[in-house]
């Protein structure tokens, strides 16, 4: 009887989006602000990634509400599962059984990984990127030696002080800018952030700090989150009594 | 140009019943990653370079870890369906 009142919902929920899908027209691009975001977005702004541009500079404040977004669900991760990290140091102790490669291999992959994060994030308004895609290969990269080896622990003082400084720098920037009588989150552009020429990396003004702040933000707050899950104890059947 | 989305989506949707076929939990949770490569794939065929590597470093790469460790917590990791 479930599976097929579930049946019906999802057929009906396919029949909804293919009667909306069926009124568009094909092969036509429906937002007639894009056309001209296009052709004002690099003499205005200066990045050469265009969606860079539309998610910092045109549309500033979504870019806020994600942040805020993905600080709540880590809030609320840390409120049910977050627990004494200093009463929890001795008794779940994990033996170190990785092996020889997960070990060599973590070591590796560790500086590779923050590498190719720093790049993504320093590149995001020249290539494709930005802050949330160069933040969560960072968050692996923090939260990859707590997975391997055993005396490896997340300093989450740490993780906290760096989310909380990142997360208050990008709304710093964006008041910044109001002291330029700009409108709030605004990329500006001052005689230390220059606008420079479309494909640098120190072009748009104050872009690219945006996109600092906003990686560092994300990494910071995933790590925690996966630490958090994974420094869990493990539920075994005598803990529901 | 439309073999390669066609095959690609063929690679979701057979991942997908995957998903609720295959007895093994752990085979399910990447069988949900494979998903998630191939539309990072089907983003990158359609010049989407942004989402499709949002898409690749979230779905492929953070989703499944995070239900994997729920799995591990749960004492799932052996256990067959």
Known sequence: MRNVSGLLFSGGLAFLLLVMVAQLPFGQPLMLVGQQILQVSPNEVGTANVVAAVLLAYRGIDTLGELAILFTAASGVGLILGHLYSANSGSNKKVDKSGFITLKGTELMVPLLLVVGFYIIFYGHVTPGGGFQGGVILAIAFFLPTLVRSDAHLDHQLINVIEGLAGAVFILIGLWAMLYHHAFLQPFFNSVFVKGHLGDLFSAGTLPLLYLALGLKVGAELAGLLSMIADFPELTGEQNK | ?81
Do not use: Q
Request: aromatic residues 4%.
């Open chain 2, 1 to 81: 140009m439309i073999w390669i989305v066609s095959l690609l989506v063929f690679i979701m949707l057979a991942s997908a019943l995957a998903v609720l076929l295959l007895p093994n939990m752990l085979a399910a949770v990447v069988a949900s990653s494979v998903v998630s490569m191939a539309l990072a794939l089907l983003f990158a065929v359609l010049k989407a370079p942004d989402v499709a590597m949002t898409e690749a470093a979230i779905g492929a790469g953070l989703s499944s870890l995070l239900l994997a460790l729920a799995l591990k917590r749960l004492g799932l990791w052996k256990l067959d369906n």
